[in-house]
């Protein structure tokens, strides 16, 4: 399918050189290469710039409130299974107000996709600290440099029980679509977690380039415990599938409820003739 089929044709507001554009057209790829038709999809967003996504997207989208992104693509999902649903979320979205979030929708294993736009700030609100803002950081809520640990989001996903746990980097685009199209295929909880840049209040381009490389085919991704090791790894910094198994999901667990699935039911009018009658 043509990738152009998922071009809202609005033009992105986002500041030039943002990681964000990388992550749009990675995503509209993947759409296109695994012939997903638009109703088929539902983009979720939270707020943030990467809360853009659903405009730029021509599927279903729902743009929802800051860190709400997992429950309602969670709901979205168990009401209609047929539907391939990926939620987008910012590191503050993500890993700050919503955090609760994650560790839930990584243990019920709902097969949705969930896609960090980890830029290590708050961009919308012009660059203060999130829980991945690297220690010493000067930001606007920082100012004598940021005096906390960073969360590692990986880490977090891995011991929650996420089933599909996966890193990429803007700055290799054609490396994130594939790890998107793996993403959606996955039958589980996909989290991929996008480092990118804030070109505007946290410009690290330069840093994730030296850092940054390729997880080559000696990792096993069945390999839990490879997987911790990978994702404990700071002196650089490895993209690519880090673990990958196959366990049933909620939906499954749900059968009993999901036949058919609430939001493919046929609503049935009650019969009122009755109480019709009495006011006759
Ligand atoms: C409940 C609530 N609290 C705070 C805000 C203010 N707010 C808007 S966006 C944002 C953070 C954005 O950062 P991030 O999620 O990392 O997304 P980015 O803008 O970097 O893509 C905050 C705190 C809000 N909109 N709603
Ligand atoms: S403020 Fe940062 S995250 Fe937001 S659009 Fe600009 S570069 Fe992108």
């Known amino acids: 399918m043509d990738e152009r089929v998922y071009d809202t044709k609005k033009r992105p507001v986002w500041c030039p050189g943002c990681g964000n554009f990388a992550v749009l057209t990675a995503l509209r790829r993947a759409l296109a290469e695994l012939d997903l038709k638009p109703e088929e999809v539902v983009i979720v967003t939270g707020i943030g710039c990467h809360g853009r996504m659903s405009d730029y997207v021509r599927a279903n989208a729902f743009h929802t409130i800051h860190g709400r992104t997992l429950p309602l693509a969670t709901g979205i999902k168990l009401a209609n299974p047929n539907l391939t649903v990926i939620a987008h979320a910012g590191d503050g979205d993500a890993y700050a107000i919503g955090l609760g979030h994650l560790p839930h929708a990584a243990r019920r294993n709902i097969d949705i996709t969930l896609i960090v736009h980890d830029n290590m700030i708050f961009g919308l609100t012009t660059g203060q600290v999130t829980p991945t803002t690297p220690q010493g950081v000067?930001?606007?809520?920082?100012?004598f440099g940021n005096p906390e640990r960073p969360l590692n989001p990986l880490l977090l996903a891995l011991a929650s029980g996420a089933t599909f746990v996966?890193?990429?980097?803007?700055?290799?685009?054609?490396?994130?679509?594939?790890?998107?199209?793996?993403?959606?295929?996955?039958?589980?909880?996909?989290?991929?977690?996008?480092l990118q840049p804030c070109v505007t209040f946290f410009n690290t381009?330069?840093?994730?380039?030296?850092?940054?490389?390729?997880?080559?085919?000696?990792?096993?991704?069945?390999?839990?415990?490879?997987a911790l090791r990978l994702a404990q790894q700071e002196d650089r910094l490895p993209i690519g599938v880090f673990y990958r198994v196959e366990r049933p999901t909620l939906e499954d667990y749900f059968a009993y409820a999901m036949s058919p699935p609430p939001a493919l039911r046929k609503p049935q009018a009650p019969d009122l003739s009755k109480t019709i009658e009495r006011f006759r």
């Open 166 to 194: 996966a890193r990429g980097f803007s700055g290799e685009a054609d490396h994130l679509k594939e790890l998107i199209k793996q993403g959606i295929l996955h039958r589980g909880f996909a989290f991929i977690e996008v």
């Open 205 to 226: 381009y330069q840093l994730f380039r030296e850092k940054v490389y390729k997880i080559d085919g000696s990792h096993d991704p069945t390999d839990f415990e490879a």
């Open 138 to 143: 000067k930001t606007k809520s920082t100012p």
